[in-house]
């Protein structure tokens, strides 16, 4: 049984150590790391490395810098330029080549800006989305263990050539049974837009992502998560997701992704 992404093991000096279990396995390869756990267990680093400093996550991009496996990493995080009203920090994971040496294999970087009150000036690009009836099939992927199984999947009904639609919540706690802030919750799901709006068949295409990208003009609330995604394939074996994202409340931000297609053979 999945009853978390990662658990803690001992500080290594600067830094904090991680067991991956089963819930962080990719649908394309049971190996590697699905990319929202890295990106939320990175997150998580940001957010610890950023309490008391006045400053909220705008923008946070997660660079895969390599197969993240299914085993024990280190991860740091670092202010990468200071500031009381605007700074970036960054935190990376690291783990072991078979010869033993680190590598780092994926990276994030965020922007912190210092909130002001601009409650009567605010705006959303997007009316709320309401959770509607469900398809039969949440993902093109039903039944692959690991990380899916972390997940409540609800992809639903949305006319025909429109962007394809789902809510998702985590069913399991980021780290051990350690608090999981809504940020993190979040990150645990956003790297899914890829899937949701995959315009191609998996069965015939891997399209994985390099990284994804994500703005917030608000931080999200609760547990419940929508994306709105829509995958664009070029004529050479690149593509792009680009998505919309909803808590309950409404819109709070968008996400990015690049993608390598590959035809299975």
Same mark, same amino acid.
């Given at each position: 049984?999945?009853d978390?992404l990662?658990r803690?093991l001992?500080?290594d000096?600067e830094y904090?150590?991680?067991?991956?279990?089963?819930?962080?396995?990719?649908n394309?390869?049971p190996?590697?790391?699905?990319g929202?756990?890295p990106l939320?267990?990175l997150?998580?680093?940001?957010?610890?490395?950023s309490a008391g400093s006045?400053l #909220? /996550?705008?923008r946070?991009? @997660?660079?895969?810098?390599?197969?993240?496996?299914v %085993? +024990?990493v =280190?991860?740091?995080?670092?202010?990468?330029?200071?500031g009381?009203?605007?700074s970036?920090m960054?935190a990376?994971?690291?783990a072991?080549?078979?010869?033993?040496?680190?590598?780092?294999v994926? #990276? /994030?970087?965020a922007?912190l @800006?210092?909130?002001?009150?601009?409650?009567?000036? %605010? +705006?959303? =690009?997007y009316?709320p989305?309401v959770e509607?009836e469900?398809t039969?099939v949440?993902?093109a992927w039903?039944?692959?263990?690991?990380?899916?199984?972390?997940?409540?999947?609800r992809?639903q009904?949305t006319?025909?050539?429109?962007?394809a639609?789902?809510?998702?919540s985590?069913l399991?706690?980021?780290?051990?049974?350690?608090?999981?802030?809504?940020l993190q919750r979040?990150?645990?799901v956003v790297?899914?837009?890829n899937g949701?709006g995959?315009?191609?068949?998996?069965?015939q295409?891997?399209f994985?992502?390099t990284?994804?990208?994500?703005?917030?003009?608000r931080?999200?609330?609760?547990?419940d998560?929508?994306?709105?995604a829509?995958?664009?394939?070029g004529?050479?074996?690149?593509?792009v997701?680009?998505?919309?994202?909803f808590?309950?409340?409404g819109?709070i931000?968008t996400v990015?992704?690049?993608?390598?297609?590959?035809?299975r053979?």
């Amino acid at each position: 049984m999945i009853d978390c992404l990662f658990r803690r093991l001992a500080d290594d000096g600067e830094y904090s150590v991680f067991e991956s279990t089963d819930g962080t396995r990719s649908n394309w390869d049971p190996q590697i790391q699905h990319g929202s756990p890295p990106l939320s267990l990175l997150t998580k680093a940001i957010e610890d490395l950023s309490a008391g400093s006045g400053l #909220r /996550v705008g923008r946070l991009t @997660l660079d895969i810098l390599g197969a993240i496996p299914v %085993a +024990t990493v =280190r991860v740091r995080a670092w202010v990468e330029r200071p500031g009381t009203r605007i700074s970036m920090m960054a935190a990376e994971m690291l783990a072991h080549r078979p010869d033993g040496s680190l590598r780092a294999v994926a #990276r /994030v970087s965020a922007w912190l @800006l210092a909130p002001s009150d601009t409650a009567d000036a %605010a +705006t959303d =690009r997007y009316p709320p989305m309401v959770e509607g009836e469900p398809t039969a099939v949440a993902h093109a992927w039903e039944g692959a263990p690991g990380y899916l199984e972390t997940v409540s999947w609800r992809r639903q009904r949305t006319a025909e050539g429109a962007a394809a639609e789902a809510w998702l919540s985590p069913l399991v706690p980021l780290v051990d049974a350690e608090p999981t802030t809504p940020l993190q919750r979040l990150t645990m799901v956003v790297d899914s837009a890829n899937g949701i709006g995959a315009a191609l068949d998996p069965q015939q295409f891997l399209f994985m992502n390099t990284d994804t990208a994500v703005h917030l003009h608000r931080l999200p609330a609760g547990n419940d998560f929508a994306l709105r995604a829509r995958g664009s394939i070029g004529p050479d074996g690149i593509g792009v997701t680009t998505g919309e994202i909803f808590d309950r409340d409404g819109f709070i931000g968008t996400v990015a992704q690049t993608l390598l297609v590959q035809r299975r053979r």
